[in-house]
């Protein structure tokens, strides 16, 4: 099976002054949850957003399921912004329905359970319904894609810690070895156990590829530890 | 896909639209019930006259108010789903920028025509009252005369020319639509005041295609100078012709700026935009 994602020498700025992303050079593969940490400024979302063809990349080339950003790679990825990026006077039901519209391998039905389990009320205006409430509700629609790649932008970061969880488990249950999740968070103490691989990106370059295991067999720390260390003020 | 998309262009644009346009309906009753219906020639007055003078200048300013109204919302809905947070989803729906323009243009034109046919209708229930009616009906045959409807325009009806004028205002409408996305994608190349691009990029573009239409109108001898000339030293004046040859260039011009403004939006959304 060929690689998830492969970038090559990728880069990006926002003017001629300062690069957002640098020669970023990187190849994933499937059935695996990818941590991408850094912090703020490093570039993580920026990468992220080339991946999803909002950006338009300065130099170089990036690769899903072997093809350039376009129609066919936005049928197989599944991308949470880290924003709110729904329209608000639409009702939480009618957001399913055009999730359903727009992606073939959207299900409904997963949809509805993960809304019922999280007491969403599907008739609610997205407006009326609060901000932790609101990322519940975009995480469920992403999460309810059978995509190849989920991108998920800061997932975790505003719902309290009993949803934290069920939405943990929620992308564990949607993990399987077609499909690779990436997900870019400050809040590595709480997805460390769910890692299999970390990429830490400083000033708009990749410092570190390695597996969750490689960094507590070989260097005896915790992700988070690393992270603290690598990343100093 | 495309089927798809233009429901949901629509219904966003239904959300404000169709309330806008019921008003200006009700106005405008309101306006032939109370005013311009109680017209008649015996109660005509200073003060009556006055009276009619402001309720037209009123109805003309609802009229401009609902146009613009429509133009706006068009290009904001436009700019919120293409370029604001928004964006975010439509960008990542495995759809093709072309598609997305052509959904919003179609939409957006559908709402541009019917907003004309509301200001057709709105103006047909101020002004075409029976006193007015009748004076027409009397002078049916001079007015006629007046306007040029001799020779090979004596078949041509009222209702005919208003047909015309109807479908000719709707292309226009159409390509409204088109010119304002195209401001508002030429916004985004502003990178810090993409709003206030959008605004500049507007008043560019109509200032632009307005001075193009007067030198194309001047290089088919369509001057107002000349014309003014021409009448004053006698010669034979047909408002039809004139207008008919005006507007078969202000449709071939339209058609052109049209399809330059609409592949320009296109190049944009294609190979400009950075959602920031």
Known sequence: MNPILECYGLTKSYNKMYNALHNLNLTLDRGQIIGLLGPNGSGKTTFIKLLNDVLIPTQGEIRINGMTPGVETKKIVSYLPERTYLDETMKVKDIIQYFSDFY??????????????????????????????????????????????????????????????????????????????????HLIQDIENILDRVLFIKQGQLVLNATVDEIRTEQGKSVDALFREVFRC | MLSKLIKYDMKSLNRFLPVLHLLILLSSILIRVFITGRIK???????????????????????????????????????????????????????????????????????????????????????????????????????????????????????????????????????????????????????????????????????????????????????????????SAGNEFNFISYMTEIMQISAALMIITSVILYVTTHCIMNKKINLI
Request: charged residues 15%; proline residues 2%.
């Open chain 1, 104 to 185: 073939d391998n959207f299900s409904d039905e997963r949809a509805y359970q993960m809304l019922d389990d999280l007491q969403i009320d599907t008739n609610a205006r997205l407006k009326t319904l609060s901000k932790g409430t609101k990322e519940k509700v975009q995480l469920i629609l992403v999460m309810s894609r059978d995509a190849d790649l989920y991108v998920l932008d800061e997932p975790i970061g505003g719902v309290d810690p009993a949803a934290r969880d069920y939405i943990l488990s929620t992308i564990l249950n949607n993990y399987n070895e077609k499909a690779a999740i990436l997900i870019s968070t």
């Open chain 2, 41 to 231: 020639p015996q109660t005509s007055s200073e003060q009556t006259d006055l009276l009619i003078i402001l309720c037209y200048v009123l109805y003309f300013t609802m009229i401009t108010a609902l146009s613009t109204g429509t133009y706006l919302i068009a290009g904001i809905r436009f700019y919120k789903n293409m370029f604001s947070d928004e964006g975010y989803l439509t960008k990542t729906l495995p759809i093709t920028n072309g598609m997305h323009l052509l959904s919003k243009t179609i939409a957006g034109s559908i709402w541009a025509a019917v907003n004309m046919c509301f200001i057709y209708l709105c103006s047909y229930i101020v002004i075409w009252t029976p006193y007015i009616k009748s004076v027409v009906e009397e002078n049916k045959d001079d007015i006629l005369q007046e306007f040029g409807f001799v020779g090979k325009y004596a078949h041509l009806s009222f209702s005919t020319v208003f047909l015309i004028l109807l479908i000719f205002s709707c292309f226009g409408a159409v390509s409204s639509i088109i010119m304002v996305y195209a401001s508002v994608a030429l916004g985004q190349l502003f990178s810090n005041h993409r709003v206030l691009g959008a605004v500049v990029s507007y008043f560019v573009i109509s200032t632009l295609i307005s001075v193009l239409s007067v030198i194309v109108m001047a290089l088919f001898g369509h001057e107002t100078r000349l014309l003014i000339t021409a009448e």
